[in-house]
Each structure stands twice: as C-alpha cells, then as structure tokens.
C-alpha cells in the first residue's frame, strides 16, 4: 500500500515535488525562492473549514508549563541534594538518573503513542511526574526519603516526562491547520515558548530557592506538571491524517510498531540526515555549556557570573528570532536560512572565545548567534511534520529526538577531554571546527534539496497536467519496500 510517506520521502531524496506540502503549508513556492501568498484565507476556504485557535493556545500553554517545570526541577533538585548531603558526587548522580530513562523511554514510546493517542500519554505522563516530584519533599519533611529512593523518583519523572514531552509534539501540525496559520508559525511559537523557558523557569528557580528553600521549588514544579496534565486533558484532542493522506499499513505489535519507525527514519534521507547532524551539534553543546564555557570563564577572571550572562543574552535573541520566524519563516528558503542560522549561532561563538576577545564582543557575538539559531527550529520542526505521516508521527519523532538526545550525557566527558590535551584554546578552536563541518558535510547532499517547499504539477485522472492533484502522489519513494518489509 502507498502511503503519504512516499511522496515525502521522494521529495526528501530527489528534490521532486511533494504532494502534501503545498497543503500542509497554505502555500506553495518555488526553491530557494520566497513562498507565495498565503490562500488560507480565501472565502472558500474559511468556509468549509473555520479558524479555531483553541487547540493551538493549549498546546503552547501546556508545553510552556511543562518545559517551564522542567527547568525548575534542573536548578532546584541539584540545590536540593547538595545541601542535605553535602555530597557533589550525589548532586551529579541525580542528573544522570533522570535523564537517561527520559531519553530511552521517549524512544521506546513512539509505538505506544501512535496507539494510545498522544492526549493519553501526555497527561498520564504530567500527572505522574507531578505526583512523583510531590512525593519527594513529602517524604523528605516526614523523614523517609532517602537517597535511593530520591534517586527512584527521578527515575519515574524522566520516563514519565520523556514520552508526555514528545506527545506534546504530535500536537503541533493539527493545532496549527485548526489555526489556520502556516505550518512554520506554529513551529516557531513552540520554540518561543521552549526559549522563554529555559531562561525563565531557572530565574524562577533561582528566586524561589534563594528566598525560600528549595523544597517549595519542588512543589512549584509539581504544580506546573499538575496544570500541565489539565491544559491537555480541557483543550486538546488527537490528531487524525489530513484528509489529502493516504492510509499507512499499520504493523502488528509493538516491536513491529517500533521497527516500522525505525525503517521510515533510516529510509528518509533528509531527515536522518537533520537527525544526525543535530545529534553532532547537541553533543558539541552540551561541551561547551558543562565544560567549555565554565572553563573559559576562569581562566579569563570574568568569574561564575558571567556564565549566567552569556546564557541570558543567546537566550534572549533567540527568543526574539524564533518569534520573527513564526511571522515570517514560511516566506523564507528554507534551506539557506536553515543553515545560515545554524553557522551563526554555532561557529562564530567559539572563534570569539578562542582568539580572547573582549567581552562585549563575545557577547555581541553570542547574540548574533542566537538571532540566528531562532530560526533553526521552526524549519526543523516544519520539515520533520512534513515528511512523516501522522499514523507514523509518533513512533518516528520520537525515535529522531532521543536519537539527538543521544550524546548530550556524554557532552561534558567530550569537554573535558579536549580541555586536557589541548587546552581551553585549543578545545574551543576543536569543537568550533566540528561544529562546521558537522553543518556543512551533510548539505552538501542531494537530498536537502528536499528542504525546499516546491510547487507541485497538477495532473488529472489520466495523468496530464490539470487541475490540483499530483501525479506524485503515488510514485513509489526510496524506502517504501523497506517500510512495507518491516510491517
């Protein structure tokens, strides 16, 4: 059976139209070309299908209550272990346990996920991490919680967290056609809220704690979780296929299921591509933020504070860009903002530090760079729902996530290792150059061709040009044969 996948997956490998980006999108436009006028609006249009924000609202507001909870439980938690143990080795530990079961179960949840319905998961999800993090200042105030214990709680927070995280995603490409609004709006006012944050939820954190303890960050966060699991439960439902979509075989079993994700992500070029090259750039990230920066800024006598700085002036324009990218990104070629973005915002930061500029201009550079890494997601995750199906949705995001996810843990053993034998200079000038060759090798493939929103041919039933329908829409895709052999 043909799926909608084929003719994605086609677009993604050859640059050849593909014949759901037109509609996924309200528009088409030619490559590397500005796309053309949004038609959602025609009065036809509004009448067969009306505008109702309602689903998007929710799926912001829970993902910002979500994310915003994640991030307090990142500073509190660490506060919390280190001052009633007094043990840095512990408050290291308690970071390792709750992300690693995160990252495994959200890859292992995307079969669930497409069966159960993400509305399920997410919620079920929220509500036990909320009761999970409420437990452990519970505990803690009537003396039974113990070390091993706290560290069996976190465990329960990443599991349960890692899958209502990555259903929450699912919710995006319905939420914004309910709007009516372009596919990239809906991407980039999701990275405007992850943004917002993780820069609010640890000043939030760091308040809290300092003026009141961090035990009631701990219930701030359970309550976070708590309104999160009821924005789902009041104002969302699951995604169905869009109308254009042609049904998916549907495997048999959940290791079936769980292989039939895989098949499709190895099979998608240009988005296996996407995934390795950000599972490299996360890695790289998470070495300059554990070790690389913290490093720098000692041995330059800038001092702890400055970490904070450079942190909240990236953050903020990135802020700035990702909302500019919901007004504008579906306007733009994808592809060369795409990695005109992901070069600012992740070259030009390691130069400054490695030559031993000035502070203000590491920071007028650090805020170039989140001007343009603001971009970068909105394409992403616009790209991403455009190429996976929606019976396939869950069980392929998922997998791609965790996959980028894969080599942070490891970000800072990378850090330190190139701080050793080559020094801070000499580790920053390593991972910069990384970091572009990371960017660049993959696009030069074909297939980022298949970035590009294209204008589709119009063919009829007999084939020739006509009307709005594309032939393409049932040409057999690279990878098709391997997707059917795994259900």
Same mark, same amino acid.
């Given at each position: 059976m043909t799926s909608r996948h084929a003719a994605a997956q086609q677009a993604a490998d050859s640059g050849t139209p @593909?014949?759901? @980006?037109?509609?996924?999108?309200? =528009?088409?436009?030619?490559?590397?070309?500005?796309?053309?006028p949004d038609t959602s609006g025609a009065p036809g249009a509004q009448d067969e299908e009306p505008r109702v924000l309602r689903g998007l609202i929710g799926m912001l507001s829970a993902n910002a209550a979500s994310l915003s909870a994640n991030r307090v439980l990142s500073i509190a938690l660490p506060w919390f272990v280190l001052t009633t143990t007094g043990s840095v080795g512990k408050t290291g530990l308690v970071a390792f346990c709750q992300i690693v079961p995160y990252v495994v179960a959200q890859a292992l949840a995307g079969p669930i996920i497409d069966r159960v319905g993400p509305k399920r998961i997410s919620v079920a999800g929220d509500l036990a991490s909320t009761v999970a993090t409420a437990a452990a200042p519970l505990l803690y105030l009537t003396g039974n919680l113990s070390f091993g214990l706290l560290l069996g709680l976190l465990a329960v927070v990443g599991a349960a967290d890692g899958p209502a995280n990555g259903a929450k995603g699912l919710f995006v490409p319905a939420a914004t056609r309910a709007a009516r609004v372009p596919l990239e709006r809906g991407t980039g006012l999701s990275t405007a809220v992850e943004r917002t944050a993780t820069t609010v939820g640890p000043a939030i954190a760091g308040v809290v704690v300092a003026s009141f303890g961090s035990l009631y960050a701990l219930w701030i966060t359970a309550f976070l979780f708590g309104v999160s699991a009821l924005i789902i439960s009041t104002t969302l439902s699951d995604p169905v296929p869009e109308p254009h979509e042609m049904p998916v075989e549907e495997a048999e079993g959940y290791f079936s299921r769980l292989r039939q994700g895989a098949v499709f992500l190895r099979d998608a070029k240009l988005l296996r591509s996407i995934v390795g090259m950000l599972a490299v750039t996360n890695l790289l990230d998470q070495a300059f933020m554990s070790v690389l920066l913290p490093v720098w800024a000692k041995e330059t006598g800038h001092g702890a504070g400055v970490i904070g700085l450079v942190v909240s002036v990236f953050a903020a324009? @990135?802020?700035?860009?990702?909302?500019?990218a919901a007004g504008v990104a579906d306007r733009l070629p994808r592809r060369t903002v795409y990695l005109i973005g992901l070069t600012l915002g992740g070259v030009p930061r390691f130069v400054a530090m490695a030559t031993g500029a000035p502070l203000w201009v590491v920071l007028a550079v650090l805020a170039v760079g989140g001007l343009g890494s603001g971009f970068v997601n909105p394409i992403v =995750?616009?790209?991403?729902?455009?190429?996976?199906?929606?019976?396939?949705? =869950?069980?392929?995001? /998922?997998m791609a996530q965790a996959v980028t996810w894969a080599g942070i843990p490891f970000g800072g053993l990378l850090g330190a290792g190139l701080v050793t034998v080559a020094g801070t200079s000499g580790a920053l000038w390593i991972v910069g150059g990384l970091y572009l060759v990371a960017i660049g090798v993959p696009a030069l493939n074909r297939?980022?061709?298949?970035?590009?929103?294209?204008?589709?041919?119009?063919?009829?039933?007999?084939?020739?040009?006509?009307?709005?329908?594309?032939?393409?829409? /049932?040409?057999?895709?690279?990878?098709?044969?391997?997707?059917k052999e795994a259900v």
């Amino acid at each position: 059976m043909t799926s909608r996948h084929a003719a994605a997956q086609q677009a993604a490998d050859s640059g050849t139209p @593909s014949p759901d @980006s037109r509609d996924a999108l309200n =528009g088409p436009d030619a490559p590397d070309t500005p796309d053309a006028p949004d038609t959602s609006g025609a009065p036809g249009a509004q009448d067969e299908e009306p505008r109702v924000l309602r689903g998007l609202i929710g799926m912001l507001s829970a993902n910002a209550a979500s994310l915003s909870a994640n991030r307090v439980l990142s500073i509190a938690l660490p506060w919390f272990v280190l001052t009633t143990t007094g043990s840095v080795g512990k408050t290291g530990l308690v970071a390792f346990c709750q992300i690693v079961p995160y990252v495994v179960a959200q890859a292992l949840a995307g079969p669930i996920i497409d069966r159960v319905g993400p509305k399920r998961i997410s919620v079920a999800g929220d509500l036990a991490s909320t009761v999970a993090t409420a437990a452990a200042p519970l505990l803690y105030l009537t003396g039974n919680l113990s070390f091993g214990l706290l560290l069996g709680l976190l465990a329960v927070v990443g599991a349960a967290d890692g899958p209502a995280n990555g259903a929450k995603g699912l919710f995006v490409p319905a939420a914004t056609r309910a709007a009516r609004v372009p596919l990239e709006r809906g991407t980039g006012l999701s990275t405007a809220v992850e943004r917002t944050a993780t820069t609010v939820g640890p000043a939030i954190a760091g308040v809290v704690v300092a003026s009141f303890g961090s035990l009631y960050a701990l219930w701030i966060t359970a309550f976070l979780f708590g309104v999160s699991a009821l924005i789902i439960s009041t104002t969302l439902s699951d995604p169905v296929p869009e109308p254009h979509e042609m049904p998916v075989e549907e495997a048999e079993g959940y290791f079936s299921r769980l292989r039939q994700g895989a098949v499709f992500l190895r099979d998608a070029k240009l988005l296996r591509s996407i995934v390795g090259m950000l599972a490299v750039t996360n890695l790289l990230d998470q070495a300059f933020m554990s070790v690389l920066l913290p490093v720098w800024a000692k041995e330059t006598g800038h001092g702890a504070g400055v970490i904070g700085l450079v942190v909240s002036v990236f953050a903020a324009t @990135s802020i700035v860009a990702a909302l500019v990218a919901a007004g504008v990104a579906d306007r733009l070629p994808r592809r060369t903002v795409y990695l005109i973005g992901l070069t600012l915002g992740g070259v030009p930061r390691f130069v400054a530090m490695a030559t031993g500029a000035p502070l203000w201009v590491v920071l007028a550079v650090l805020a170039v760079g989140g001007l343009g890494s603001g971009f970068v997601n909105p394409i992403v =995750g616009a790209v991403t729902y455009e190429l996976i199906p929606t019976p396939l949705l =869950g069980r392929v995001k /998922t997998m791609a996530q965790a996959v980028t996810w894969a080599g942070i843990p490891f970000g800072g053993l990378l850090g330190a290792g190139l701080v050793t034998v080559a020094g801070t200079s000499g580790a920053l000038w390593i991972v910069g150059g990384l970091y572009l060759v990371a960017i660049g090798v993959p696009a030069l493939n074909r297939e980022w061709s298949g970035m590009r929103k294209q204008t589709v041919p119009d063919t009829g039933p007999g084939g020739a040009e006509h009307g709005k329908e594309s032939a393409t829409g /049932t040409a057999p895709a690279p990878g098709e044969d391997a997707v059917k052999e795994a259900v």
